[in-house]
């Protein structure tokens, strides 16, 4: 009996410890593999702006491929990642993802990107702390787009009406070209979306 | 650490390394770095996508 409760104790705190390990090592050790993939696909970006420099389009995308670069002033002058086409876990791995079938960078209807709040570098981790009028700059191959903040909120995953060409009215057509962030909330759990949404203000000449 | 005839895998482990304490505490160590290394670098990034982990988390 002792026997046995000591080999039950044992593989317990051994299991305990690997356990605590993997929960580090999602929230620390799954940006490695973002980070290694973002370095790949923003060099890719920045070849193709510098191609296609007097290109007009938005290019073909596939899935997983690099489509444009966010940036985010309000959190830092450094926060810069590579979109991806498409949302799976696989995707979003790599960096915030494009929603299939929602519209491309300045287009009329909703351009919609997910990514991670927890783990895998986390890229909107901080979208919580954006304030109506803060800036989202999208660089895509054929422009610079510039969206203000307009409004955010905390949803039921079920919301899928956010993803709208006009959120909350599915079946409204779209007049504005709108950008709309999601993410998991609270942090740490898959509880609830957080949602920003944003309106495209200025379209200008990219610059490198 | 008390030597003794139960089961218990440390314990055996720790018997079985070779050397004065010092040594076997630094063997020992090195085995703990082996087996975190293995599990950071090659199991969790094996296991992680394979758990029902929610997409977005």
Redesign the interface.
Known sequence: M??AL??VG?LSF?FGL?LL??CA??LW??GS?TTQRQRALQQQLEQEFGQEKESRGLGRVHLGGALALLRIPRLGTDYKYAIVEG????Q??SGPGHYPGTAMPGQIGNFVI??????YSAPFNRIDELRRGDDIVVDARDARYIYRVSQKEVVDPTRLDVVDPVPGHPAQRPSQALITM???NPE???QQ?LIVHGVLVTREARRA | MIATREPDMYAFIWRRLPGGTVVRLVVSLLLVGIAAALLWYVVFPWLEPRLPLDGTM
């Not at chain 1, 949302?87 to 696989?90: F, G, K, L, M």
């Not at chain 1, 997910?114 to 783990?119: D, G, I, L, N, V």
């Open positions: 002792r026997t000591r080999i044992e051994t690997v390990m993997f090592y999602l050790g799954t593999y949302t799976d876990a696989e979003l791995r997910s990514a991670h709040r927890t783990t999601t993410t998991c740490y759990s898959a979306r």
